[in-house]
């Protein structure tokens, strides 16, 4: 439990600390441009998200975090299991939740921010929104940007999913009598 538990507090409050700088030194989204650290390729772009993955539903905020805090209840009545022996998936499911747990902190707006006049929200009003800051382009495509906890959050289910894949022994098939 101090793995798992270690592992998801780091993991949010590194997202949280990058989130906060980030935005911090760029501003709100269109105010201060992009710090590029690989011209034209990789750089800081603050974005507000007010869906998920990929942008996908926007405008569901609230249902995105019930979602969220279900996920982490599931995760914790897990972590009390009798699963919660193997290492690897303790490792996993800290990187998860803390990938959670940082964007349910944005949906939340637990970070304060207030919108902009950008002529799609009321000015000053609170952001219900994940903070998203890293940015790739792929050509001239425009990766959506994410944060740390959505990194954290992909690799947890890849990791998962490898785990599932290749290491969790399936039945044998019985032969018929």
């Known amino acids: 439990m101090i793995v798992f538990l270690t592992i998801a507090i780091v993991a949010s409050a590194l997202d949280l600390w990058s989130k906060s700088w980030i935005f911090g030194r760029l501003g709100m989204p269109g105010t201060d441009g992009t710090l590029w650290l690989w011209g034209g390729v990789f750089g800081f772009q603050t974005a507000l998200n007010e869906g998920a993955l990929f942008g996908m539903g926007q405008g569901f905020v609230l ?23 193997n290492m690897f998936l303790i490792v996993v499911m800290g990187l998860i939740s803390g990938g959670i747990a940082g964007n349910l902190y944005d949906r939340l707006g637990l970070h304060q921010l207030r919108w902009l006049d950008d002529g799609w929200h009321v000015a ?11 940015l790739v382009m792929i050509g001239s495509y425009h990766w959506p940007n994410f944060n740390l906890a959505d990194s ?10 490898i785990y599932v894949f290749f290491f969790v022994e399936q039945p044998k098939e019985q032969k018929p009598e």
């Open 124 to 134: 000053d009003t609170p952001v219900y929104a994940v903070r998203d800051w890293l």
């Open 63 to 85: 249902g995105f975090a019930a979602l969220s805090f279900v996920m982490l209840i599931g995760i914790f009545v897990w972590a009390v299991g009798p699963f919660f022996k």
């Open 152 to 161: 954290y959050l992909v690799a947890g289910v890849i990791l998962l999913g």
